[in-house]
């Protein structure tokens, strides 16, 4: 692995993951329902993809033009598995330990929202109250969940990574 990939592959991975902390920061502290906002999730999906691009193109760059699918498909992988850990470590800590009470109203918030929108959906109310019990013994914020979703945001994104990296990959031409 050479110093360009590792480089921007850790450099943007602790990029990304201080833009998670300060926007969860940020969100905790101005209003827990923003946590249920599903626009600010789509804006970090556009911020994690935008900032994965810029750290491959930064590296094909130092490496002369020129990046393979292996190549790029690292940096990515790095910097999701750093920005995820990391996000990872701090929202574990924020509502497990710091402070577990919003743990649990953003859990409420959440079945909230779920009902509102099962009910927009003309979903019926004995298959929203199952929902609803599903989901009470089931809070996405817990220490276990969060544990289970590091690897499985991993692998979604990975899927993401493998796109990216074969649009952006750049061989050398073999007769030079």
Request: proline share 1%; hydrophobic share 50%.
């Amino acid at each position: 692995m050479t110093e360009a990939i590792k480089k921007n592959g850790v450099n943007f991975g602790i990029i990304m993951a201080a833009y998670f902390v300060v926007r969860t920061s940020l969100m905790y502290a101005i209003d827990l329902k923003l946590f249920t906002n599903g626009w600010i999730s789509l804006f970090d999906f556009i911020v994690a993809l935008t900032l994965s691009i810029i750290a491959i193109s930064k590296a094909k760059k130092a490496l002369g033009g020129y990046i393979s699918f292996k190549e790029a498909f690292t940096i990515y992988f790095l910097n999701i598995i750093i920005s995820f850990a990391i996000y990872t470590v701090f929202t574990i800590l924020l509502f497990n330990v710091i402070d577990a009470d919003a743990k649990e109203v953003v859990h409420q918030y959440n079945i909230e929202k779920t009902v509102q929108s099962l009910k927009d959906w003309g979903v019926d109310s004995s298959t929203i109250k199952k929902t609803v019990e599903g989901m009470k013994d089931n809070n996405s914020l817990s220490i276990g969940n969060q544990l289970l979703g590091f690897p499985i945001g991993v692998a979604i994104s990975c899927i993401i990574g493998l796109i990216i990296a074969a649009i952006m990959k750049k061989n050398k031409p073999e007769f030079q």
